[in-house]
């Protein structure tokens, strides 16, 4: 039998991917047994003391065991910090070592959302790719930036370590891990039990595009204000360079390594996200959303929109608005 250790950090307070990971794995196994095989993981909560306390004390979790008590697993779960990664990560050093050990010993791990911090303060992540909650990308890069993060991945599988996006699409993840370790049967039972679409592999349509302005160039910064600005213009790469001074190459480099997108790609994300608020609220056509954003050509709109969201237009705005449907 396989060991599965579900993690229960301290200083964090997401009791949802706990539970959730839990009962998933718990169901997978107990479909197992009622097909006559044998329950392929003991699984066990495992943290740093004898109790941690979620919601401001609403609901305690008592973890099984101590890390420090297993010497060998073969699946680490990391769930989500919501928004005390720093905390977690500052919090968590003797789990995070943890971590590095039992991967260097064969150890495959899975990070739900924000848990992907504690897995990449490990340096297990350098060099690799890595998804997290869209809302948390600025800080991560900012944090790991030897990390090839995608967020636009809802799940990442790369070297015996998985990752995904943000909130409960950590459902997805646990369908993905229980068809890679027990059965694409399993996994579709599972699915059906617990109502979670199987093999969703995108967490773009969910993804609100604020832009990286962390960075502190404030050069770039002045950049992605005035391209916010010139949303129903069409603004080159030349016509920006020039504006603040510098050579095409010079403001290619920089721009990229501030916010992680191309200035073509960066405004392309704008406009799009302004045509997705114009779907979500308005009954304007897709031509009129498309030429409120800088569009002309309704052919380089849809592959664009496409590209960024995983949808078309059209499926965006039916499935965002209800009145524009009718």
């Not at 009622?34 to 993981?41: A, I, S």
């Not at 997108?261 to 994300?269: A, F, G, H, K, L």
């Not at 800088?294 to 209800?322: C, H, Q, W």
Request: aromatic residues 12%.
């Amino acid at each position: 039998m396989k060991n599965l250790t579900i993690l229960v950090p301290e200083g964090q307070n997401n009791l949802s991917s706990i539970v959730g990971a839990y009962k998933i794995f718990s169901r997978a196994n107990a479909y197992w047994k009622e097909t006559g095989r044998k329950e392929l993981f003991a699984i066990q909560l495992a943290g740093l003391s004898k109790e941690v306390e979620f919601y401001e004390g609403l609901f305690t979790v008592k973890p099984h065991t101590n890390i420090s008590a297993i010497t060998k697993t073969n699946l680490i779960i990391v769930p989500s910090l919501n928004h005390n990664y720093r905390d977690a990560v500052r919090g968590n050093k003797p789990m995070i070592d943890w971590i590095a050990k039992q991967y260097k010993e064969g150890a495959e791990i899975a990070s739900i959302c924000t848990g992907a911090f504690m897995v990449a303060a490990s340096g297990l992540l350098d060099g690799i790719s890595c998804s997290t909650h869209w809302a948390a990308a600025d800080n991560f890069r900012n944090m790991f930036p030897k990390v090839n993060l995608q967020t636009d991945k809802l799940i990442t599988d790369e070297n015996g370590i998985y990752t995904n996006g943000g909130a409960y699409s950590f459902l997805n993840l646990m369908i993905y891990l229980v068809e890679k370790y027990y059965d694409r049967q399993t996994a579709i039972f599972c699915s059906k039990v617990f109502q979670i679409e199987l093999d969703r592999q995108s967490q773009s349509p969910f993804t609100i595009f604020t832009g990286q302005k962390l960075h502190g160039d404030e050069m770039v910064i002045k950049a992605q204000a005035y391209i916010e600005s010139k949303l129903q213009e069409k603004t080159s790469v030349e016509h920006l360079s020039t504006r603040f001074s510098v050579s095409r190459r010079t403001f290619d480099r920089r721009f990229i390594k501030a916010t992680g997108n191309t200035p073509v790609e960066y405004s392309q994300r704008v406009k799009i996200e302004s045509a997705k608020k114009a779907f979500e609220t308005s009954r304007k056509t897709i031509n009129e959303v498309m030429y409120g954003v800088g569009y002309s050509d309704v052919k380089a709109f849809r592959e664009v929109f496409r590209k960024i969201t995983g949808m078309s237009p059209l499926e965006y705005r039916n499935k965002y608005n209800k009145e524009a449907v009718v």
